[in-house]
């Protein structure tokens, strides 16, 4: 006899650029097109159009917004898990944890869905933080988060813990990719500066930490690592910050070859034409895909070798490896793989379709503990 469809609620912050954001578009997209019932709790965002396209609901509540006011959710999502007969609720950040947490105790015990939380990130360790250890499943999204949540919450039984780590669609990142020629057209005309050099590209949110200084300075020493190099921020530089501004008059000052060119699309493109990715955070990520699909691309990286980025340069590309703020290290291994390229294995050690389906065996495993009166 077929498993009966599970309704499952995910509740994040928001749906615009991210690891957490793109995660829960793709086990959306999974419960969807598997006959399971899929609604997203958020404040919406870029990936909000593709999530209702691919068949799940969206309820626009800004429940990870930091303000007392946010604390009026907790019933009205108490009625959304009983009014919908909800099977999972799944938080993937902290305060929309502890608004579901809080949802959740309101509940009789018959009506109260399973609690599934996922460690998107090596979080402060303190008793807001304790709330992502909280769920009647916990998942870590690579080894790095494994070890964060066993060693900082040692309390917690490790069957209540799953390693899902995350993954990507090669069909989306092809090895050997090479974007259109009217893409190329429209991204030369966007960026003319660009044409006939050497392209490396520092991908991700521009926050202090991640390693934009770094790439600058590497971009001062052009001279001696290849003439011709000129670098790309990728990430949202719309906030107006104080950071953001410093950095590109740091740029204008010093007539440095780099461009912002900001959120964008079409990152898989952008990889393809680039020489070099770069992964410069000062601290550990929880998981790496910024490297993760450059490399699935065939395209080489550089990482400082800590946390999930260690982790993928380990299994795909481990000559990518650079010592935590070794700029020196940084800039000679630069220059090494300008002049004399290196090849990227075609393998895809973190594939999608294992992580969706991962995910939802462990829904239905907290499922069926419900209904047998476990846990």
């Not at 960026?191 to 300075?217: D, N, T």
């Not at 299994?315 to 700029?327: I, T, Y």
């Not at 630069?334 to 065996?361: G, I, K, S």
């Amino acid at each position: 006899m077929a498993a009966e469809p599970l309704t499952v609620v995910q509740v994040v912050p928001a749906l615009d650029e991210g690891g957490v954001e793109r995660g829960t578009l793709e086990v959306a997209e999974h419960l969807a097109a598997n006959g399971h019932r899929s609604i997203v709790v958020s404040a919406g965002g870029r990936l909000c159009d593709a999530l209702q396209r691919s068949g799940s609901e969206h309820v626009p509540w800004p429940i990870g917004r930091k303000s007392i006011s946010t604390l009026r959710f907790v019933p009205r999502l108490r009625r959304l898990l009983r009014d919908r007969r909800v099977d999972i609720v799944h938080a993937r950040s902290r305060l929309p944890a502890w608004i579901t947490y809080m949802a959740l105790r309101g509940l009789p015990a018959s009506q109260r869905p399973r609690f599934v939380t996922t460690v998107h990130g090596l979080y402060s360790v303190n008793p807001y933080s304790a709330i992502m250890t909280r769920g009647d499943r916990v998942i870590a999204v690579s080894e790095t988060v494994r070890d964060y949540v066993l060693t900082n919450y040692p309390r917690i039984p490790p069957e209540r813990l799953s390693l899902i780590e995350r993954g990507i669609d090669t069909a989306e990142f092809p090895h050997g990719y090479q974007p259109s020629r009217e893409w190329l057209d429209a991204w030369h005309a966007s960026f003319p500066e660009l044409a006939g050099k050497l392209v490396i590209v520092l991908p991700g949110r521009l926050r202090r930490l991640k390693g934009h200084e770094e790439f600058l300075r590497l971009l001062r020493r052009r001279q001696e690592i290849h003439p011709s190099i000129h670098g790309v921020i990728v990430g949202d530089d719309r906030s107006g910050s104080r950071y953001v501004a410093e950095l590109k008059a740091l740029a204008r000052a010093e007539r440095l070859p780099v461009s912002f060119v900001g959120h964008r699309a079409d990152i898989r493109e952008i990889y393809a034409t680039s020489k070099l990715v770069l992964s410069l955070s000062s601290q550990p990520e929880s998981f790496g895909r910024t490297v993760l699909e450059p490399l699935s691309l065939g395209v080489p990286v550089i990482g400082f070798a800590h946390g999930g980025v260690g982790e993928i340069l380990d299994r795909m590309f481990p000559e990518g490896k650079v010592a935590v703020g070794d700029v020196e290290a940084l800039i000679e291994r630069t220059r090494e793989f300008l002049h004399h390229p290196r090849a990227v294995r075609a393998e895809n050690p973190y594939p999608l379709e294992r992580m969706q389906r991962r995910t939802l065996a462990l829904y239905r495993d907290v499922s069926e503990d419900r209904d047998s009166g476990a846990g």
